[in-house]
């Protein structure tokens, strides 16, 4: 499934268009979720008092960066849409943007709101693409890259931000970006140059084929990177292709946190620059690991906190943040929920009139 920016967080077999939700979480997902969420409702009951005046700040909120913001904030879905839209027409899909869109808006709306809505939104995302002549492996592997992109965006943009704030960081953060920067570019430059030696390719090969008959999954995923790879190099071979959907996922992070930045504009706050992407790009990555639904009380926490430790008053970190995930999260539900209803209801008229027109004809 593909959340909010990105990634894909679940996938389903390939036994139906609509086979299922998924596995079921853990009983250790429910128990970390419910604990985070209390934890999360302890400290706003203890910071009740920046909690009061962070809304009276909202309440009087200036109207023209609120209207940016919710731009910014509109930009960046679109370009999360495109970004998909664009992956599946390389591999031979023929969608329309809007639709697409709208199935972003509403699988990513099942996501945020249920108690792993994921697997719920993953089903019925792949049975919209599949009612629509997308295969399931295309499906899988065009949200599987798109999730990768994003992920590597991201973590571009962590990379920046270290750097940009200095020594102003958490304590160790730097060092350790900065490390895990060099070992993610070692193993990306090992992982160029293996493949060039023929025993190494079959070996990998060998390994992976082994791997994916005991898993479909993998299986499927596998398939539909290699049609889509195939796809690719048949329109027009090289790294270009590839360009255009990298811009649109690093776009979709940068109009995000512009989105951010309005809302501390609107609030009259004082943005602190040299700590807002790092702030901004680990409570994404904080909240990408869906501990709660959409998030809940992780995304909050984190991104207060960290604007705390950037200089901002409690209050005003607490107001920029409730801001910001009113637009980006709140004011998202009701319209992907909408989309939901009207994509779903429209699939079940068409597979009933196609139902009855079957039965006319035998």
Request: hydrophobic share 55%; proline share 4%; charged share 15%.
């Amino acid at each position: 499934m593909v959340n909010k920016r990105g990634g894909a967080e679940e996938t389903v077999d390939s036994g139906g268009a609509d086979s299922g939700p998924g596995r079921a979480r853990h009983p250790v997902w429910w128990v970390l979720s419910a604990m985070l969420v209390a934890a999360a409702v302890a400290l706003a009951v203890d910071r009740r008092h920046d909690l009061v005046l962070a809304l009276h700040q909202i309440a009087v909120v200036r109207p023209a960066p609120l209207a940016v913001a919710a731009l910014f904030e509109a930009l960046s879905l679109t370009c999360l849409a495109t970004l998909q839209w664009r992956l599946l027409k390389l591999g031979g899909a023929r969608l329309r943007l809007a639709l697409m869109g709208a199935m972003a808006l509403a699988a990513n709306a099942v996501a945020g709101t249920l108690p792993g809505g994921a697997a719920f939104a993953a089903a019925w995302l792949y049975g919209q693409l599949r009612r629509r002549g997308v295969s399931l492996a295309l499906a899988g592997a065009a949200l599987a890259v798109a999730g990768l992109m994003s992920a590597t965006t991201l973590f571009l943009l962590l990379v920046v931000g270290v750097l940009a704030s200095g020594r102003a960081g958490p304590s160790g953060l730097r060092t350790a970006v900065l490390w895990l920067t060099a070992v993610l570019v070692a193993l990306a430059a090992l992982a160029a140059l293996l493949p060039r030696s023929a025993f190494v390719r079959r070996r990998a090969w060998r390994i992976w084929r082994r791997v994916g008959v005991r898993s479909r999954r993998l299986w499927n995923v596998e398939d539909g990177l290699y049609r889509l790879a195939r796809e690719v190099r048949e329109v027009r071979p090289g790294v270009r292709p590839w360009l255009p959907p990298l811009t649109l996922a690093l776009g979709n992070w940068l109009l995000d946190a512009a989105c951010l930045v309005a809302c501390a504009w609107g609030l009259g706050v004082a943005v602190p620059w040299r700590g807002v992407l790092v702030a901004y790009s680990l409570t994404q990555m904080s909240g990408a690991l869906r501990l709660t639904p959409g998030g809940l009380g992780i995304v909050e926490t984190s991104l207060a906190a960290l604007l705390v430790f950037y200089g901002l008053h409690a209050d005003q970190a607490i107001a920029v943040t409730l801001l910001y995930r009113i637009l980006s999260y709140w004011a998202l539900q009701p319209i992907g929920w909408t989309s939901w209803l009207g994509l779903t209801f429209a699939a079940r008229r068409r597979d009933a009139r196609t139902v009855r027109e079957r039965r006319a004809r035998s």
